[in-house]
């Protein structure tokens, strides 16, 4: 039986996010592509003597006391019945609250260790009721592929995950603004977009597919936090601008932001990007 596992923890961008009417019970429907890009945290994950214990440590960021792998070993251990101590290790490089699912990357990558570790068959099953209690973004990133990434069609409060072949083709360039937005914030900041009636276009969520895997320039694809956040948070506009104008063929916002992201269709061109954002923007990032 394995005493350590190391594991690579993707990070993720939204392209196009529908976020529909707040639900009876408060949360909210989505319709979105989301799809993994090679920007990632390293996770390490060990055996302990100490039994019913996870502990977590990461020098770049301090966690609180209750994290999403917490969440993610007390529910495993709930449901399978195990209760082998650990030590976690995460070697930070995805940004907290920015909209490219660390924090859920984390947590499945961590979930996939504790099942090898302990020789448990991580079935679906297993895999969605760890996921309903830590995380909605969990449910794509144990669903998309085997080593999570991958892309999908995620609908639901996130718990659709309907894999479709990633483009391979593409290259991104992340642009990290100085804004922290809480999901709470951004998720009510749409509601009042909503409510007042702001018209967003957006392709019907059956056409998704389709238009994904079309030249990049027919893309219609929207997300329903970039108008909210923008207006709120100019730095979001500029960093976007800057993205359009560096030659980009489509950009926008990442989930509920602030991280914005361009896509480019030729390596050379991303290159030249790059060089050009990284003038301005001193956290940016080629894909």
């Not at 990632?40 to 060990?46: A, K, N, Q, T």
């Not at 792998?69 to 007390?74: F, K």
């Not at 209690?133 to 990434?149: E, I, N, P, R, W």
Request: with cysteine.
């Amino acid at each position: 039986m394995l005493c350590d596992v190391s594991v690579r923890c993707n990070a993720k961008v939204n392209i196009g996010l529908k976020v529909l009417p707040r639900r009876e019970d408060g949360f909210h429907n989505i319709e979105s592509i989301f799809q993994t890009v090679d920007f990632f945290d390293d996770l390490y994950v060990e055996k302990t003597s100490e039994c019913n214990a996870c502990k977590v440590e990461c020098a770049e960021l301090r966690l609180p006391a209750e994290n999403t792998l917490t969440a993610t070993y007390t529910a495993f251990c709930r449901l399978t019945g195990k209760n082998t101590g650990v030590r976690a290790k995460i070697t930070k490089r995805i940004p907290a609250g920015g909209g490219l699912g660390g924090g859920s990357s984390n947590a499945a990558s961590f979930l996939r260790a504790l099942a090898l570790l302990n020789d448990v068959e991580l079935t679906d099953s297993l895999a969605d009721a760890v996921a309903e209690q830590v995380g909605s973004d969990v449910f794509f990133f144990l669903h998309c592929g085997k080593d999570g990434t991958g892309a999908a069609l995620v609908s639901g409060r996130g718990e659709i995950v309907a894999p479709i072949s990633p483009r391979k083709d593409l290259y991104y360039i992340l642009v990290l603004p100085d804004v922290h937005s809480s999901t709470k914030e951004a998720y009510a900041l749409v509601d009042e977009s909503i409510e007042s009636g702001i018209d967003i276009v957006y392709p019907d969520f059956r056409e998704y597919k389709s238009i994904y895997q079309g030249s990049v320039k027919n893309w219609t694809f929207g997300n329903s936090f970039t108008l909210a956040l923008t207006k709120k948070y100019p730095v979001i506009a500029q960093a976007l601008a800057d993205i359009k104008k560096s030659g980009a063929v489509w950009s926008d916002m990442t989930g509920s932001g602030a991280v914005v992201f361009g896509v480019y269709e030729a390596a050379e061109a991303s290159k030249k990007a790059f060089a050009e954002l990284q003038l301005k923007w001193k956290n940016c990032i080629l894909v």
